[in-house]
């Protein structure tokens, strides 16, 4: 992690976002492709995530794309990507995306959409 001047947040060696103390919340944003739609990937997602403690939701795209935004520590999110690019994902997962952020106003729970 690098610290960043005045509280702001900097990408990492990796390019992942980092508070200064590591202990702050981030979001992941994540796009995952292959066939994910129609097959309960939403509420499988949902379920993980919930079960780590994150805090965000999953939506269907129009492209075929399922996209799921969470926060929570960066070690919390990174389970949910593992899991997202894991053997036991429902449907078929042939890429995973993601992009990192400080958080936004913050979610109630986990949903899907």
């Keep these: 992690m690098k610290p960043a001047p005045f509280g702001h947040w900097m990408p ?3 390019g992942h976002m980092q508070g200064h ?3 702050r919340p981030v979001r992941a ?3 995952v492709r292959g066939r994910v739609q129609e097959v309960g990937f939403r509420w499988w997602t949902r379920a993980r ?3 780590i403690g994150l805090t965000g939701y999953t939506a269907n ?3 075929g794309r399922v996209q799921v935004v969470a926060e929570g520590l960066h070690g919390e999110c ?3 990507l593992a899991a997202l690019r894991g053997p036991d994902t429902p449907g078929e997962v042939t890429g ?3 992009i990192w ?3 936004g106003d913050g979610y109630d729970g986990f949903v899907i959409r």
Excluded: N
Aim: overall charge negative.
């Design 49 to 51: 995530a919930l079960e």
């Design 101 to 103: 952020s400080a958080t």
């Design 29 to 31: 944003t994540i796009w």
């Design 78 to 80: 990174e389970r949910l």
């Design 96 to 98: 995973v995306t993601e």
């Design 12 to 14: 990492d060696h990796g």
């Design 61 to 63: 795209l129009g492209d």
């Design 21 to 23: 103390d590591g202990l």
